[in-house]
């Protein structure tokens, strides 16, 4: 059994609350839009990092990460990528990947809405951990935690932080 912490659109900022949350975790797997190498290094001293890069993301981050990942974890194959849709509505670059690989767990982020969605059709669990960096549209900060035992993902808790209470965006 492994502990999983997922989180995207950190937009160069590791919030005290993100980092605590993701203290328990095996593994961090980062849905992309990183923001800066800070960010890479916080996580690293934290745990296991697997990350893509996202659209915001410079050169320095493109030479570390790719753009799809494709990994095993547990007996489970995970598919993460930044930009990727959601079932019924996948973007037209993930989909006939995700129809390819058949992974049983597909990560993105770019949307900064928090979603976890059984995709019945493609058969797999869709997550999409909103964002938990201080900038963008989101009014929560938001990251996941869950456990993966052979195949199966159980336990899935959920942080939020509340970005009008932290200091200087009131």
């Given at each position: 059994m492994k502990k999983i912490g997922i989180l995207s659109d950190t937009h160069g900022t590791l919030l005290p609350g993100i980092v605590k949350f993701?203290?328990?975790?095996?593994?961090?797997?980062?849905a992309g839009d990183i923001?800066?190498?800070?960010?890479?290094?916080?996580?690293?001293?934290?745990?296991?990092?697997?990350?893509?890069?996202?659209?915001?993301?410079?050169?320095?981050?493109?030479?570390?990460?790719?753009?799809?990942?494709?990994?095993?974890?547990?007996?489970?194959?995970?598919?993460?990528?930044?930009?990727?849709?959601?079932?019924?509505n996948y973007d037209k670059y993930v989909r006939p990947i995700l129809e390819k690989e058949k992974p049983d767990i597909f990560i993105c982020g770019h949307s900064h809405i928090l979603k976890v969605i059984f995709d019945k059709k493609l058969k797999l669990l869709h997550i999409n951990p909103g964002a938990a960096g201080r900038n963008g549209f989101h009014?929560?900060?938001?990251?996941?935690?869950?456990?993966?035992?052979?195949?199966?993902?159980?336990?899935?808790?959920?942080?939020?932080?509340?970005?009008?209470?932290?200091?200087?965006l009131s």
């Open positions: 993701l203290e328990q975790c095996d593994e961090i797997w980062h923001g800066s190498m800070e960010v890479v290094n916080q996580l690293r001293e934290i745990s296991t990092l697997r990350a893509v890069f996202g659209n915001i993301d410079g050169g320095n981050m493109r030479a570390i990460f790719n753009l799809y990942e494709h990994f095993m974890c547990e007996e489970a194959k995970v598919m993460m990528t930044h930009i990727g849709g959601y079932p019924g009014i929560v900060c938001t990251a996941i935690r869950f456990e993966v035992h052979r195949k199966e993902f159980k336990n899935l808790e959920i942080l939020e932080i509340d970005r009008s209470k932290l200091p200087g």
